[in-house]
């Protein structure tokens, strides 16, 4: 089927000129070399295994909290399969609660860490011919960011779905928090994945802070035939849920109309 369908692309480039061709030609093979990170392997091998992963800890962790070791559940997510393994073990003796707490606060002040797109030098191979750099736009972050400054009351990234709408942002952390999200809102977040699908047939558009062309957040965004402006890298923390926004995109450029 992969290759009937590769002929049958190239078979409607057939008329068009060198410089489209070889345009095609590239974006052939970096789809191809994309192709194992799937939505079906996220679904089936990241998301499900750590799903299965989660509602296991979930079980020790409430007969955990009928022991009077944990105060949450989610508690167990904190610590680490040894410390676990040592706190079941020696509940009396084991700073437990301590370690819980302390590796709370790392996750908390992680979260508020804005990390580099890229340390060292930007080289030729490094950041154009390694395909998931692409996946995450980082060759279009590099050169938007040389091209100069930004401008007030807008936000940057790249054109991840064409079309152009305004309305009210929502900024959306995690799942959790869909049930924030109206009808024709603009979702704002950091990223998507498989479990973010059920929103999109409720947004106008959608807004992120990671992701290139072929990331999940583009992609689904196509689908849905709705506008989509993607590795912004700061859409999360320039946009407020309530702001009037316009999305563009065709360009990537989202305004902040207020």
């Given at each position: 089927e992969?290759?009937?369908?590769?002929?049958?692309?190239?078979?409607?480039?057939?008329?068009?000129?060198?410089?489209d061709?070889?345009?095609?030609?590239?974006?052939?093979?970096?789809?191809?070399?994309?192709?194992?990170?799937?939505?079906?392997h996220?679904?089936?091998?990241?998301?499900?295994?750590?799903?299965?992963?989660?509602?296991?800890l979930?079980?020790?962790?409430?007969?955990m909290?009928?022991?009077g070791?944990?105060?949450?559940?989610?508690?167990?997510?904190?610590?680490?399969?040894?410390?676990?393994?040592?706190?079941?073990?020696?509940?009396?003796?084991?700073?437990?609660r301590?370690?819980?707490?302390?590796?709370?606060?790392?996750?908390?002040?992680?979260?508020?860490?804005?990390?580099?797109?890229?340390?060292?030098t930007?080289?030729?191979?490094?950041?154009?011919?390694?395909?998931?750099?692409?996946?995450?736009?980082?060759?279009?972050?590099?050169?938007?960011?040389?091209?100069g400054?930004?401008?007030?009351?807008?936000?940057?990234?790249?054109?991840?779905?064409?079309?152009?709408?305004?309305?009210?942002?929502?900024?959306?952390?995690?799942?959790?928090?869909?049930?924030?999200?109206?009808?024709?809102?603009?979702?704002?977040?950091?990223?998507?994945?498989?479990?973010?699908?059920?929103?999109?047939s409720?947004?106008?558009a959608?807004?992120?802070?990671?992701?290139?062309?072929?990331?999940?957040?583009?992609i689904?965004?196509?689908?849905?035939?709705?506008?989509?402006?993607?590795?912004?890298?700061?859409?999360?923390?320039?946009?407020?849920?309530?702001?009037?926004?316009?999305?563009?995109?065709?360009?990537?450029?989202?305004?902040?109309?207020?």
């Amino acid at each position: 089927e992969q290759e009937e369908a590769i002929a049958s692309l190239r078979a409607k480039m057939a008329d068009k000129s060198a410089e489209d061709k070889k345009k095609f030609e590239d974006a052939l093979e970096l789809n191809l070399k994309m192709f194992p990170l799937t939505p079906d392997h996220h679904f089936y091998f990241d998301q499900g295994t750590f799903a299965r992963m989660r509602l296991v800890l979930l079980q020790v962790a409430r007969k955990m909290v009928k022991e009077g070791l944990l105060d949450d559940p989610e508690d167990i997510m904190y610590l680490e399969y040894e410390q676990l393994r040592h706190y079941v073990g020696d509940p009396k003796n084991y700073p437990g609660r301590k370690l819980i707490a302390a590796s709370r606060a790392v996750r908390e002040k992680a979260f508020k860490i804005k990390p580099r797109d890229w340390v060292g030098t930007v080289t030729q191979a490094n950041m154009y011919e390694e395909p998931y750099h692409t996946l995450w736009g980082y060759p279009e972050k590099f050169e938007r960011e040389q091209a100069g400054k930004a401008v007030k009351g807008e936000v940057k990234g790249l054109a991840g779905s064409p079309g152009a709408v305004e309305g009210t942002a929502r900024v959306v952390q995690s799942p959790e928090e869909f049930n924030l999200v109206k009808q024709g809102d603009i979702m704002v977040c950091i990223m998507t994945n498989p479990a973010w699908v059920v929103v999109f047939s409720k947004i106008a558009a959608i807004v992120t802070d990671a992701g290139g062309v072929l990331s999940h957040s583009a992609i689904v965004s196509r689908e849905f035939m709705i506008p989509a402006v993607v590795g912004t890298g700061s859409a999360t923390r320039e946009i407020k849920s309530g702001d009037r926004i316009r999305v563009d995109g065709d360009n990537g450029v989202v305004t902040i109309l207020g």
